[in-house]
T-cell receptor, first 111, second 114 residues
Framework: GENVEQHPSTLSVQEGDSAVIKCTYS??????FPWYKQELGKRPQLIID?????GEKKDQRIAVTLNKTAKHFSLHITETQPEDSAVYFC??????????FGKGTRLHILP | KAGVTQTPRYLIKTRGQQVTLSCSPI?????VSWYQQTPGQGLQFLFE???????NKGNFPGRFSGRQFSNSRSEMNVSTLELGDSALYLC?????????????FGQGTRLTVV
């Protein structure tokens, strides 16, 4: 079955710098890759997703890139702000199958 | 529009007991998925229901079961509770099967087994 590896498990960046979180997946048939953000004590919420027919997608300070050949995808956050502090989860799915999540990355934005 | 509602929010149970958790999806959503969240393990998929049918199942023992009603509300049951079942249980609803579209999560039920 699908397996999603996420790195790093913890990431600290200075406010204003960029943060990058990387994920790899095992099933080459996976075609949907969402990213969820979970703030402390709150529910996970979708922040961006990408499908296998595109290589990159941007939404303001957030971007996701996908390399199907290497089976990895990354989340990029630019100009980080204190409210970006949270746990971020990547996930992969074959579309008609269950979503498999990575174990999460705890992002700390340092003042 | 009301979000995904999970009840109860907190539960304390004794080892060996059973527990039932409830999830009311967003109106119009026919898919409900359940996840177990523990520190360091992320979100582990339990099962997904769509239009009252279980579509997918994760790698959990048979003590974990679920069902979905005609109004799309879902329940999850855990029998013969073990200490290791202590976790935050999240459900998520979506219009289509979860693998295709955004999932909206509830706030979770925190289960503590003592």
């Amino acid at each position: 079955g699908e397996n999603v590896e996420q790195h790093p498990s913890t990431l600290s960046v200075q406010e204003g710098d960029s943060a990058v979180i990387k994920c790899t997946y095992s099933d080459s048939a996976s075609n949907y890759f969402p990213w969820y953000k979970q703030e402390l004590g709150k529910r996970p919420q979708l922040i961006i997703d990408i499908r296998s027919n595109v290589g990159e997608k941007k939404d303001q300070r957030i971007a996701v890139t996908l390399n199907k050949t290497a089976k990895h995808f990354s989340l990029h956050i630019t100009e980080t702000q204190p409210e970006d502090s949270a746990v971020y989860f990547c996930a992969a799915s074959k579309g008609d199958d269950k979503i498999i999540f990575g174990k999460g990355t705890r992002l700390h934005i340092l003042p | 529009k009301a979000g995904v509602t999970q009840t109860p929010r907190y539960l304390i149970k004794t080892r060996g007991q059973q527990v039932t958790l409830s999830c009311s999806p967003i109106s119009g959503h026919r898919s409900v998925s359940w996840y177990q969240q523990t520190p360091g393990q992320g979100l582990q998929f339990l099962f997904e229901y769509f239009s009252e049918t279980q579509r997918n199942k994760g790698n959990f023992p048979g003590r974990f079961s679920g069902r979905q009603f005609s109004n799309s509300r879902s329940e999850m049951n855990v029998s013969t509770l073990e200490l290791g079942d202590s976790a935050l249980y999240l459900c998520a609803s979506s219009i289509l099967p979860t693998g295709n579209t955004e999932a909206f999560f509830g706030q979770g039920t925190r289960l503590t087994v003592v």
